[in-house]
């Protein structure tokens, strides 16, 4: 067990070589180059020169490279220019990472609470009209753009019927003690549940759109192996010997059948990530993916920098955690 | 599936092998030549399967619409008819006489930019898959097909490409080109696809590489480039056929999404509903329908894609074949 958690850990170490160094390599390819990109156009020669000095590059590019990479390592990124202008990138990152995972945190319960139950009865009543109902429902969901989604979920709740917030992250007139900057949290750890509840208010339309992208995905796969599973023989047998069909469902099908769908959380951080960069935008909701939209809109390189390196990171990370955790689940992994 | 219907399907099996000539199979295998092929037996399926079909008239439907458009939409797409009444207080012409849909907010006749729309979407869709098809397709083709430590290596640039995020990597390719245009927006797309494909391509070649018909040639005296391109790539293509027509339907929504964040075609001549959703985004609250029109043609389009490569996806599993 051991020797496999080393060697993901090495595959994800060499991953992560691979990450900086084509990341260096797309700043040093960006048009206008790295002075370019970091003062913008209106820059004079002289803060020109100065900049090339201070980053190295009048140096050869292995020792540029390696300046880049202990940056990195020391969560160096530079300070953003645009998105928050004199932020450190860092910060910034560290900032606004609460507000996105509380919302991906969300966004997965809604995903798991509908899909997988809505994935079991599905696939138990194969070929009836809520089976087909809802993998034609699950289609469309596929074929429906996230940011579509959101427009629409902010016209008709917020917009049209006032039911809930337009945008943000909280009221601006509320006043709350932040502890942990997840918003949620802080209300129920100070006892502010109406700042709880005005922070799930907000949550409610994002999480809901961001939550389309998981739901297909795990609908369908809690509905093929549910399937799979219920032609199994043990399944048959625990019938045949009288067994209740709660524990059936509970002990024989799900726990068997649930197996593919710990893996697909896993590969979902990435399209949650890829999610989170529209439902933000659309709501202005200050999170991760409202300040990568508007790093690669307004070109601010650092907070670029961070933004991939952490996203590359998480979605490794993840990864390897849920390969650890099936190589538990299911020992057969660990040889491959 | 009921014990009538799986009967009918080996009744209609064995007529077709009957008709074709070709050897009955054997019980447990079926040859690759002569007898039931892959894709016959797939077809035979996917006839008779209301999945297919509904998806397949879609993407029959908007393929002709894309081919026929100038003949069908009602007025050009740039001419700007209605401009006069674009005002700051109405920026979209309403419904009118000869205008069904209104105008856009430069007074281009709606109807007919929708219509005319579909070719460029499907211009966008098909060359952003066939370059990540292509892409994909030497990658996985070296990969699989000379193993070893190339193999690792292509596979772990592989790794790193699916270790970002779809958007974002798109993202940081469009940004590399200084004035996006119909052309990056098409590269950008076509490189998130490309480490699929080559996964993809990749493990149905190393199966086939241990398989026996290939194992038959290597031992016949055949060229490893003759396996590669006559044996195992012709045999690997199934899945990846598969996967590209589920990519169409993606690549319609990802170019809505970049066009959406600013990093669209900025040149809007010639229309395409990826485009026009991405623009409509100012306007949404005004009237939401320059927004919804181009969204549902493009939830119809990519739904028909989708509905035609999870049912060829389902024929062509070996696991379903009776």
Not at chain 1, 17 to 26: G, K, R, T
Not at chain 1, 139 to 166: D, M, N, Q, R, T
Not at chain 1, 281 to 307: E, K, N
Not at chain 2, 139 to 165: E, H, K
Request: hydrophobic share 50%; proline share 5%.
């Amino acid at each position: 067990m051991l020797r496999f958690i080393v060697r993901r850990l090495l595959q994800a170490v060499l991953v992560m070589f691979i990450v900086s160094v084509l990341l260096f390599a797309w700043l040093r390819s960006l048009p206008g180059g790295p002075v370019d990109s970091l003062l913008g156009e209106r820059a004079t020669p002289a803060t020109r020169a100065a900049l090339s000095k201070t980053l190295g590059l009048d140096q050869p590019l292995p020792v540029q490279y390696w300046h880049f990479l202990s940056n990195a390592v020391h969560g160096n990124f530079g300070t953003s220019t645009q998105v928050q202008s004199g932020t450190d990138a860092m910060e910034l990152f560290l900032q606004r990472l609460p507000a996105t995972v509380e919302l991906s945190f969300f966004a997965i319960i809604i995903a798991l609470v509908t899909a997988i139950p809505l994935g079991y009865f599905a696939a138990k009543r194969h070929g009836g009209l809520l089976d087909t109902g809802s993998v034609v429902l699950s289609l469309v969901g596929v074929a429906v753009p996230v940011f579509f989604l959101a427009f629409v979920l902010k016209y008709i709740f917020a917009i049209e019927l006032h039911w809930l917030p337009v945008a943000g992250r909280q009221s601006p007139d509320l006043d709350a003690t932040r502890v942990t900057n997840f918003y949620v949290l802080d209300g129920l750890l100070t006892r502010e549940y109406d700042a709880s509840w005005d922070a799930i208010k907000h949550l409610v339309l994002p999480a809901i759109a961001l939550a389309s992208i998981p739901f297909a995905v795990i609908f369908r796969i809690t509905r093929a192996s549910v399937l799979e599973v219920l032609n199994e023989d043990y399944v048959r047998t625990a019938e045949s010997k009288g067994l209740s069909a709660r524990i059936i469902r509970g002990r024989h099908v799900l726990r068997n059948a649930l197996l593919p769908v710990v893996t697909t959380i896993g590969l979902q951080v990435g399209g949650l990530l890829t999610g989170a960069v529209l439902t933000e935008t659309v709501f202005a909701y200050p999170g991760l993916g409202d300040a990568l939209a508007q790093a690669f809109s307004q070109r601010d390189y650092s907070v670029l920098q961070v933004l991939i390196t952490m996203a590359a990171i998480g979605y490794v990370l993840v990864n390897l955690l849920v390969d650890v955790a099936y190589a538990i689940i299911d020992p057969r992994i660990r040889t491959r | 599936m009921n014990p009538l219907q799986r009967k009918k399907d080996r009744i209609d099996a064995l007529a077709a092998t009957a008709a074709g000539g070709g050897d009955i199979p054997d019980a447990g295998h079926v040859s690759e030549s002569g007898g039931l092929s892959l894709i016959g037996s797939a077809w035979l399926r996917l006839r008779r399967n209301p999945v297919f079909l509904i998806g397949a008239a879609i993407t029959v439907l908007f393929v002709l619409l894309a081919i026929f458009a100038p003949l069908i939409a009602p007025h050009n797409g740039t001419t700007k008819y209605l401009i006069s009444q674009v005002t700051p207080d109405t920026p979209i012409p309403p419904s009118q006489k000869g205008f069904p849909l209104g105008g856009d907010d430069q007074g281009r006749d709606f109807l007919s930019r929708l219509i005319l729309g579909s070719r460029q979407t499907l211009i966008v869709g098909v060359l952003a898959t066939l370059a990540g098809l292509f892409g994909g397709l030497v990658l996985g083709t070296i990969a699989g097909s000379i193993g070893g430590w190339v193999d690792s290596v292509v596979m772990r640039i592989v790794d790193v490409m699916l270790s970002l995020p779809s958007l974002v990597l798109a993202l940081a390719v469009a940004t590399l080109f200084g004035r996006p245009s119909q052309w990056t927006l098409i590269i950008a797309i076509s490189i998130v696809q490309v480490p699929i494909f080559a996964r993809l391509l990749r493990g149905s070649m190393l199966t086939q590489r241990a398989s026996d018909h290939v194992l038959a040639a290597r031992a016949l005296g055949v060229r490893p480039a003759a396996i590669t391109f006559r044996h195992m790539l012709p045999n690997s293509l199934g899945p990846v056929l598969v996967q590209a027509t589920l990519v169409l339907a993606t690549a319609i929504i990802e170019a809505a999404a970049l066009s959406f964040l600013g990093l669209g075609n900025p040149d809007d001549s010639s229309a395409e509903w990826g485009q026009m959703l991405g623009k409509a985004q100012d306007l949404f609250d005004i009237s939401p329908h320059v927004a919804f029109w181009p969204a549902g043609c493009i939830v119809v389009v990519a739904f028909g894609f989708t509905l035609m490569g999870e049912s060829l996806r389902e024929a062509l599993d070996p696991r379903n074949r009776r």
